[in-house]
Every structure is written in structure tokens, then in C-alpha cells.
């Protein structure tokens, strides 16, 4: 069974990838957005990161025909009331200028003591069924933004998060150690069992 990783964001499909490699699905054959001819870019519109992840789906499944997985991500900050959120990948008005956003981030927070700095990494993911049948999970990594960059795995705001339980951000872990402990690897593996359904339908 083909599956179709609908993102067109390349350091979030390599994460994606990696995650599900490492689970060793068997029976899914994946693809990304390369591999498929090109379809429009659907609004993220959502409230939620759940609503965007199913959405993105949808548009991905129907344009296809493909089971589609689809990733909404990004990181609410506590003392941001929970901003930029859904917000993330747009925060300083230019869609993925993940620098742009993040130094607005840590301007934003200039003033903010350290005990006032939690933050969260949230991300849903969706796997959608040409049939129509949608499954939707959450992953959270809680932890602080600091306020400097440090790092240079990863994307986005991973050079100013630093996870519970660490003193590295997570810009600083490998590739194994974000996957095994982070909001995407902790999503992508709750669905699994819908994946896993999948592949033996
Ligand atoms: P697609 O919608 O095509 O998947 P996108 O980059 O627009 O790509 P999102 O709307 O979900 O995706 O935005 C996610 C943003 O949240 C991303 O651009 C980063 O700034 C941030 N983000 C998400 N996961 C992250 C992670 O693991 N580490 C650091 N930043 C992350």
C-alpha cells in the first residue's frame, strides 16, 4: 500500500520519514509530494492543529487518490498565551523563514524571566483513507525556550527549545534522540495502529 506524506516542508518530510523507517511498517510503501503530480496548496485555515492536520489530508487524499498522512505542527508558548501555535511555520509574516520567526520569538520574550519561559512543541498528525476515514492523534514535547540559539539539527525553532528533562536544545540532540522524544515521533507512533490497519486491508 502506497501512503503519502503530505508536506511540503522538506526538513518536516525527513523527520516523517525517519520516524516511520525506524517503526519499520511493513506493507506501506511511502512517497512524498515529489512523487505524485503537483496539486494546489490547500489554506491552513484551522483553529487547531488537529483541524489543519485533517485538512491537509483530505486535500492530499483526494488530489491523489493516496492514503495521505499529513503533519500540523508548531510550538505555543506559555507566556505567548499559547502563540505563535498554529501560527508557527508564519509567525513574522514570511511563510518558513524559520529564522525570521524564531528571532521574533526570542524578541518577543526579551523581557520574560526564566521561570516564566515553558513552551510546548505540539503536532497532529492525520492519516486519511481515499475512502474518507479520518484518524487524527496528538503529540506534545513540553520544555523552555532560552534565549539564544544553540544547534544546528533539526529546523525551525529547535536552536531555542530546550526539552524537560535536558540541557541541550533540541537542535543539539541527534536525529534518534529528538525522533524517540519528541511531538512528532510521539504522534507519528500513535498512529501506527491506523498505519499498521492499513497495510493489512
Ligand atoms: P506543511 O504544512 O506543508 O507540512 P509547514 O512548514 O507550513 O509545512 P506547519 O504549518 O505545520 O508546516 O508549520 C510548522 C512550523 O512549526 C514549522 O515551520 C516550524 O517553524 C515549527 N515546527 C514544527 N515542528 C518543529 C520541530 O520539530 N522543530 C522546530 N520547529 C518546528
Known amino acids: 500500500t502506497r501512503v503519502l506524506l503530505a508536506t511540503r516542508n522538506q526538513k518536516k518530510l525527513v523527520e516523517l520519514r525517519r520516524i516511520l523507517a525506524a517503526e519499520g511498517v511493513t506493507g506501506v510503501e511511502v512517497v512524498g509530494l515529489a512523487d505524485v503530480p503537483p496539486f494546489p496548496e490547500a489554506p491552513e485555515t484551522g483553529a487547531t492543529f488537529e483541524e489543519n492536520a485533517v485538512a491537509k489530508a483530505v486535500d492530499a487524499a483526494k488530489a491523489t487518490g493516496l492514503p495521505a498522512v499529513a503533519d500540523d505542527s508548531g510550538i505555543t508558548v506559555d507566556a505567548l498565551n499559547g502563540m505563535p501555535g498554529v501560527l508557527s511555520a508564519r509567525w513574522s509574516g514570511k511563510h518558513g523563514d524559520d529564522q525570521a520567526n524564531l528571532d521574533l520569538v526570542l524578541g518577543q520574550l526579551a523581557d520574560v524571566p526564566d521561570e516564566r519561559r515553558g513552551a510546548a512543541f505540539v503536532s497532529a498528525s492525520a492519516l486519511v483513507l481515499p475512502s474518507g476515514k479520518e484518524t487524527v492523534v496528538r503529540g506534545e514535547w513540553r520544555g523552555?525556550?532560552?534565549?539564544?540559539?544553540?544547534?544546528?539539527?533539526?529546523?525551525?525553532?529547535?536552536?531555542?527549545?530546550?526539552?524537560?528533562?535536558?540541557?541541550?536544545?533540541?537542535?543539539?540532540?541527534?536525529?534518534?534522540?529528538?525522533?524517540?522524544?519528541?511531538?512528532?515521533?510521539?504522534?507519528?507512533?500513535?498512529?501506527?495502529?491506523?498505519?499498521?490497519?492499513?497495510?493489512?486491508?
Open 144 to 201: 523552555k525556550v532560552i534565549r539564544e540559539e544553540r544547534g544546528a539539527n533539526g529546523f525551525g525553532y529547535d536552536p531555542i527549545f530546550v526539552p524537560e528533562g535536558e540541557t541541550r536544545t533540541s537542535a543539539e540532540l541527534s536525529p534518534e534522540e529528538k525522533d524517540a522524544a519528541s511531538h512528532r515521533g510521539r504522534a507519528l507512533r500513535l498512529l501506527l495502529p491506523a498505519l499498521r490497519e492499513l497495510a493489512a486491508s
